[in-house]
RNA sequence: GGCUGGGUAGCUCAGUGGUAGAGCAAGCGGCUCAUAAUCGCUAGGUCACAGGUUCGAAUCCUGUCCCAGCUACCA
């Protein structure tokens, strides 16, 4: 379907050292929520997650554990693939830095680096921890017996040299900044551009690009003497090393696309929409990663959107080693795949950070999605279902609708936010609604309505009119709601519609289906719309005893 | 240390010169279709602190205190 919009978007593939944990997963999430937005519209949408699976690390992991590496990344990675089905995350591709297809696309995009000269022989230098390699300077104390690394504090460090390929960031300065001048909007939100306009009008260093000290790792594709590092027999001389890092690691967003091997689909889904990543890396994707593009000749992402981090109380960093994260299966075990979805992405602004604890998602999800909408659900289709003996009721022209207007803002607000990725903003909008809904059930009180409708006096022919008007409307303003909000709660939705009597008309992942914005004019449910019966009511989102707690 | 952003109701935050706002949590009342739900009302703030400009400052200026981010090779 060549006519169709398409959209390609990313998220930073995940480092498989632990189990993730909820501040990881937000990400993908929100990303996921992105998606699944753009597959429902309509678009042609290729949604990429993975992991990132070579590193030093990692392979001192394995063999800390006496396991092959291969094996052992197998289980981590097993650990993030299922988190990501808890989850009901949908990628199109998982993309795994171990994959062949990135390892070709990666080797491809150092030999265009050195083709347009960008990459030479130097040396790298730096504190070596015997039990770790090379340290970053950062991670480092300066002790009166000199440096020391946090992890092995009784070991001295050396200073060692290392014969390394470096790559020529340092040319790239007044080319980014030019690209920044020409895009003002491609990194996201502003402050987080700024920081790193500042750091490139700082100077740029060159970064080395490859390790010879350890070989778990892309081979490096070129030879000391400028030849292929490629043997006869198709292996790699390990004499060339590997590549090291940012080579690897952000090559995935092409790998995913189809670099190199599928031209045509690397044209259609390349140059990216969206890269959504964390304000940790940055410096990477919207530094490095850019330069690496203009030296193969490739083009640059439209955006890239950095979003902040849940924090645990007292504003602390979440992390397995404080003890303090959120397990994802615990949550999801508690409130549902959607209501952990919901709750993350509504009590953490998409672009800053904010503070989160069991309670603050116990409370929202209670208020929010028990009370405000689980209950509207439930309270609607109740009484449609008693006074109307089961048939669904149209609703009123968009004139004659209340709530017709206040959806259309509710829409509009929705929409606009989603699209400029406040996501909490996008819920909150929709949720201005479904307040209004409530607030339209006690003002027209259809119970009284359903009283005087068979009260057989001169005024209940009119009463039954403004009954099943009303209801209609409430019937409508469910099926909106609930629709909209399924890119956030992917299983609700059809469950909704459903009790609605209602067809669910998109894949599991949001393929096929009208375009959205079709199902979401007031009136807008097609033939589907014309007549039915409604379903069973029964509550989508039960309320939850808020002693409830993980451990 | 330098640069940037921020400190407003119990909690999360909106509010950039003109009588302090929202949501949640709390209290009271109404209603009964509903998941002890929902609707309405109430309470609660010397807007970090100290000066200054102005008829008037949460909002502008100066200083102080506190917090966060950035300040290059970790995945």
């Known amino acids: 379907m060549p006519d169709r919009p398409r959209f390609y978007l990313t998220t930073a593939i995940a480092y498989p050292n632990n189990k993730p944990g909820l501040h990881t997963l937000y990400e993908v999430i929100g990303a996921d929520v992105v998606a699944r937005w753009h597959r429902m519209k309509g678009d042609d949408t290729r949604f990429l997650t993975g992991t990132d699976e070579h590193s030093v690390n990692i392979a001192e992991s394995a063999a800390a554990q006496g396991r092959d590496i291969r094996e052992y990344v197998e289980s981590m990675v097993e650990l993030f693939t299922s988190a990501e089905d808890e989850l009901l995350i949908a990628p199109d591709r998982f ?71 470096f790559f020529r960031l340092s040319a790239y300065a007044d080319r980014l900044l030019a690209h920044y001048a020409a895009h003002p909007h491609w990194v996201q939100p502003e402050y987080r551009k700024n920081e790193m306009l500042a750091f490139i009008r700082a100077g740029l260093e060159d970064i080395s690009i490859s390790r010879e000290t350890f070989h778990w790792g892309i081979p490096f594709p070129i030879a000391e003497n400028g030849e292929t590092s490629e043997r006869e027999d198709g292996s790699w001389d390990p004499e060339a090393g590997v590549i090291y890092v940012w080579f690897d690691a952000l090559i995935n967003y092409i790998t995913g696309a189809g670099f190199p091997d599928d031209p045509t689909s690397f044209a259609r889904y390349w140059p990216a929409d969206l890269h959504v990543i964390g304000k940790d890396i940055n410096r990477f994707h919207t530094i490095i990663w850019p330069a690496m593009l203009m030296s193969a000749g490739i083009d640059l992402p439209h955006k890239v959107w950095v979003h902040g981090w849940l924090l645990a109380a007292g504003g602390d960093r979440m992390s397995k080693s404080r003890g303090n994260m959120l397990d994802p299966s615990d949550v999801v075990k508690a409130l549902g795949a959607d209501g952990a979805r919901y709750v993350t992405l509504r009590e953490v602004p998409f672009d800053k950070d904010a503070e989160v604890s069991w309670d603050s998602f116990v409370r929202r999800y209670n208020a929010d999605l028990a009370n405000d909408y689980g209950n509207l659900v439930n309270r609607s289709i109740t009484m449609a279902g008693r006074y109307l003996d089961g048939a669904r009721p149209a609703p009123r022209a968009p004139a004659e609708a209340p709530l017709a207007a ?55 022919a009119a009463a039954e009119v403004r009954l099943t ?58 033939g589907a719309a014309e007549s039915g019966r409604l379903g069973t009511p029964s509550p989508l989102l039960p309320r939850l005893d808020v002693e409830t707690a993980p451990d």
């Not at 104390?141 to 390929?165: F, S």
């Not at 909490?424 to 119970?447: C, I, K, M, Q």
């Not at 959205?516 to 807008?524: E, K, Q, R, S, V």
Request: hydrophobic share 40%; with cysteine.
């Open 406 to 460: 206040a959806w259309a803002t509710a829409l509009e607000g929705y929409q606009r936010n989603l699209e400029s990725l406040l996501l909490h903003e996008a819920l909150a909008s929709l949720w201005d609604f479904v307040g209004a809904a409530n607030r339209f059930v006690e003002t027209e009180a259809p119970w009284a309505l359903a009283k005087a409708a068979k009260a057989g006096d001169a005024g209940a």
């Open 469 to 526: 008007g009303v209801l209609g409307d409430l019937v409508e303003a469910v099926r909106l709601v609930s629709l909209a909000v399924a890119p956030f709660m992917p299983s609700i939705a059809p469950r909704a519609l459903d009790q609605l009597g209602y067809p669910y008309p998109y894949a599991a992942d949001g393929n096929g289906g009208p375009p959205i914005l079709d199902l979401l004019a007031w009136g807008g449910a097609g």
């Open 95 to 165: 993309i795994r830095t171990t994959d062949p297809d990135h390892r070709r696309a990666s080797q491809e995009m150092v030999r265009r680096a050195y083709a347009s000269g960008d990459v030479y022989l130097g040396k790298y230098e730096g504190w070596y921890c015997p039990n770790e390699g090379f340290k970053a300077l950062s991670d480092l104390h300066e002790t009166p017996d000199g440096m020391r690394c946090p992890n092995h504090p009784n070991v001295t460090l050396q200073w060692l040299t290392e014969r390394n390929w």
